[in-house]
């Protein structure tokens, strides 16, 4: 059985409610931080090894490390809430269920950078849940954990909490200040980096959801003991978002020591495949990270297990590997087609372009032609080439890294299922009305030698 920190409480009916939450040991954690000095706990935050939760995967006390402190000059805290990136949806979940871990993760956090005015920044179509989160935060705020001289220690906090206009780019921490100052959510060219210059160009610390919230077990149990859990760079427990084929969708956590077989396969996670068919494919990281067929899922291409941890998964590289990314874990069985789920990330991160850049604006917009074409059996063999060389011009030419996260699942699925869109395109009319199937991913070995 995993070990739980975050989620170890969210069976416990009533949970969302501070009194609930208190008699569980809610706000102890942040008792035991106010007693502390800012720099004690940045050293346990760096102890722990927790790294972003957001995809990303950057030491979190080093970004926190990070931040200026210019006399006079307020400094902020902002929780990017902005979970838009398709097949994730942990951050719901515990803003939905536990929010007060949320609030005590801020308020901790909070104290250590200094920040009186903390901001939730979170996605427009979470309509519902900025309701519960404005509850607790008025919860915590009666009972002395928010407001002025908060427990008798002079420090004073005030969270507020941001609806977005649903725009994926504002995922994107830059972009997500300038939606918050009330501009367009254009990404802003770096340096200067918000840690610097962020909101109001005063210094800005932006983490996710899932990072925040890890704080408070981190000062529970000691940033020591939270690094013992998991393994090597990948310490503490990690929030999967388990969708697609597979008979328990769901939301879990885990700590990172387990194989990804077992979490696919184990009555304790995913349940296996639905419907008794066979795993085709698996996008582990949410929808930007490279598509992977079963024989690199299981295995890496030294035919050791393969890992739920970041770096078991990008092990090999993008020619065999890929990322853990937010932990949107997409499964596709074996009648789903690479081709039409290439499509439609492609349409995706054409829509949500903000076009600020050529090559994401212009590249997006292309690829999604194409892949139309290919899919409504009407493509050409070039196009599939040409689709690689677009792709590769759109990696690494723009401000952020929207334009990878576009470029990323076309390569991949070019890279590992080539011979399905060969098939699309010498079978216009057979496509239309079966899939390709399975062909050669079951076997690990010819696969990896065809797409070398």
């Known amino acids: 059985m995993s070990k739980k920190l975050l989620l170890k409480d969210a069976h416990i009916e009533g949970i969302r409610y501070f009194e609930t939450y208190r008699k569980q040991g809610g706000y102890t954690a942040a008792e035991k931080a106010l007693k502390m000095t800012p720099e004690e706990i940045l050293e346990e935050v760096k102890t722990s090894g927790l790294r972003g939760r957001g995809g990303a995967g950057f030491p979190t006390g080093m970004k926190w490390s990070f931040l200026a402190k210019p006399e006079g000059v307020p400094r902020h805290l902002v929780v990017n809430a902005d979970e838009s990136e398709p097949g994730t949806f942990k951050d719901r979940y515990l803003m939905e269920f536990l929010p007060h871990l949320l609030i005590e993760g801020m308020l901790i956090s909070s104290y250590t950078l200094g920040s009186n005015v903390s901001y939730i920044y979170i996605r427009g179509e979470y309509s519902w849940i900025p309701d519960i989160l404005e509850e607790a935060i008025e919860e915590a705020k009666a009972a002395g954990f928010l407001g002025k001289n908060i427990l008798g220690t002079g420090f004073d906090c005030e969270i507020y909490v941001q609806r977005g206009g649903g725009a994926y780019i504002c995922g994107e921490e830059t972009a997500l200040l300038e939606s918050l100052e009330g501009k367009r959510g254009n990404p802003r060219l770096k340096p200067p980096f918000p840690a610097v210059?962020?909101?109001?160009?005063?210094?800005?610390?932006?983490?996710?959801?899932?990072?925040?919230?890890?704080?408070?077990?981190?000062?529970?149990?000691?940033?020591a003991e939270y690094a013992k859990i998991g393994v090597g760079r990948s310490t503490g427990t990690k929030l999967i978002s388990a969708c697609g084929n597979i008979n328990k969708p769901g939301v879990y956590e885990i700590d990172m020591t387990i194989t990804v077989e077992e979490f696919i396969y184990s009555d304790e996670y995913c349940g296996g495949i639905a419907n008794g068919k066979k795993l085709k494919a698996c996008i582990p990281g949410g929808s930007s990270v490279p598509i992977v067929p079963a024989n690199l899922l299981l295995k890496t291409v030294n035919g050791e297990p393969r890992y739920m941890n970041y770096e078991s998964l990008a092990d090999g590289g993008f020619a065999t590997g890929t990322m853990m990314g937010s932990g949107g874990f997409i499964v596709l069985d074996e009648d789903q087609c690479i081709v039409e789920h290439t499509m439609t990330l492609a349409r995706f991160y054409h829509h949500e372009s903000c076009g600020q850049c050529t090559p994401c604006r212009e590249g997006t917009g292309w690829m999604h032609k194409i892949l139309k074409k290919i899919e409504k059996g009407e493509g050409k063999m070039e196009d599939i080439d040409l689709l690689w060389d677009i792709q590769r011009k759109i990696e690494g030419n723009t401000i952020c890294p929207l334009g990878d996260a576009a470029a990323w699942p076309v390569a991949a699925a070019i890279r590992h299922f080539r011979d399905e869109f060969e098939w699309h395109v010498k079978n216009p009319e057979l496509s239309q009305t079966q899939n390709y199937g399975l062909a050669n991913y079951a076997d690990p070995i010819p696969a990896v030698e065809k797409n070398a």
């Open 197 to 223: 210059k962020g909101l109001w160009e005063r210094p800005t610390v932006v983490n996710n959801v899932e990072s925040i919230a890890a704080i408070v077990p981190i000062i529970d149990i000691t940033g």
